[in-house]
């Protein structure tokens, strides 16, 4: 398995723009979860999803930031328009259904770094 | 003004050594947690994990020691190679039959050669 894939890995914008984030969880995966990482804040939940219906957008800042996941094997994070306080990695991580016999773990995407000027 | 970033704890080893990262979770109703370690530039990954039942796990070169009195977490790694130098998170579960998990600010392990 090729792991959890995203897409660009690097995007650097100017503010106003529109930034769109890709992601491919592990085939098989019901869970979806997009986060981001700053040296302020850490690693932050934005929003998760269970067989492609969000769950929990709590995390999401405001009404700039929107996710969609139009099938099992693909999700979007888009930002529009971006601001620079923007500016971190995003990453995506994906897991099986929560199950006793089995590890629960989230994989990682290898990250989306998010520069807007 | 200036801006303060995260102060991430710092522990130096030489190679050989072994390290001990402590984590301190807080939700008492956590049933899972999980150790991560992230090298510059790349994902958080999967390193050990242990559910609330038990009170010690091991895996290779690594041990994740659990204890819920104290609501406390920590990762053993033996024999420190320099590779192993990273940034380490604990992270817990805390709503059963829930995925969401919570993440701690990490600790940064130096390894020496």
């Known amino acids: 398995d090729a792991g959890v894939i995203q897409s660009p890995r690097h995007e650097v914008t100017e503010m106003g723009q529109e930034v769109t984030l890709r992601c491919k969880p592990i085939s098989g995966h019901d869970y979806l979860f997009w986060y981001r990482q700053t040296m302020m804040r850490g690693l932050e939940l934005l929003i998760y999803?269970?067989?492609?219906?969000?769950?929990?957008d709590s995390g999401m800042p405001e009404d700039r930031f929107s996710a969609k996941m139009p099938n099992a094997s693909f999700s979007t994070l888009k930002i529009q328009p971006s601001e620079p306080r923007d500016s971190a990695v995003y990453f995506c991580a994906s897991t099986y259904p929560p199950d006793n016999l089995s590890t629960d773990t989230q994989y990682f995407g290898p990250g989306t770094r998010l520069t807007v000027l | 003004g200036e801006s303060v970033g995260l102060h991430l704890p710092t522990l130096s080893v030489q190679e050989g050594d072994n390290s001990i990262i402590n984590c301190a979770y807080s939700n008492s109703a956590s049933d899972y947690f999980i150790w991560y370690k992230q090298e510059s530039g790349k994902g958080p990954q999967f390193i050990i994990d242990?559910?609330?039942?038990?009170d010690k796990r091991q895996g290779q070169r690594v041990t994740v020691l659990l204890n819920k009195t104290v609501k406390h977490l920590s990762l053993q790694i033996a024999a420190t190679q320099p590779g192993d130098s990273a940034v380490y998170f604990c992270a817990e579960r805390g709503d059963t039959g829930f995925q969401k998990l919570v993440f701690g600010t990490g600790t940064r392990l130096l390894v020496s050669p």
């Open positions: 999803f269970n067989n492609n219906v969000p769950i929990d």
């Open positions: 242990i559910r609330s039942n038990m």
